[in-house]
Nanobody, 119 residues
Framework: QVQLVESGGGLVQPGGSLRLSCAAS????????MGWYRQAPGKERELVAV???????NYADSVKGRFTISRNNAKNTVYLQMNSLKPEDTAVYYC?????????????WGQGTQVTVSS
């Protein structure tokens, strides 16, 4: 089994910054892609950013230029630096990992962390 533990959410004013972290642990041989999704009330879950094991990144258009995804492969951890936050960024943010468990590949999700952007 694999556990993903997120941290770093909270309340921030518009224009502010937050940094989310997500650490994976458990039965892991290697991790392919890691990323972040978010879900706002009444909306579907949407991709925010993804990063490959080699460091290639992809972002939702709505966060390009404001958010930066990174990872530390040695620590099985992914980060999301969020700058210039807007009220529309308010959502529960979920990390995920595409994990290779010694020949079997599975997707795992974190429990979610609330990000609220409000004055």
């Amino acid at each position: 089994q694999v556990q993903l533990v997120e941290s770093g959410g909270g309340l921030v004013q518009p224009g502010g910054s937050l940094r989310l972290s997500c650490a994976a642990s458990g039965s892991i041989f290697s991790i392919n892609a890691m990323g972040w999704y978010r879900q706002a009330p009444g909306k579907e879950r949407e991709l925010v950013a993804v990063i490959s094991s080699g460091g290639s990144t992809n972002y939702a258009d709505s966060v390009k230029g404001r958010f930066t995804i990174s990872r530390n492969n040695a620590k099985n951890t992914v980060y999301l630096q969020m700058n210039s936050l807007k009220p529309e960024d308010t959502a529960v943010y979920y990390c995920y990992a595409h994990v290779n468990q010694f020949g079997v590949v599975n997707n795992y999700w974190g429990q979610g962390t609330q990000v609220t952007v409000s004055s």
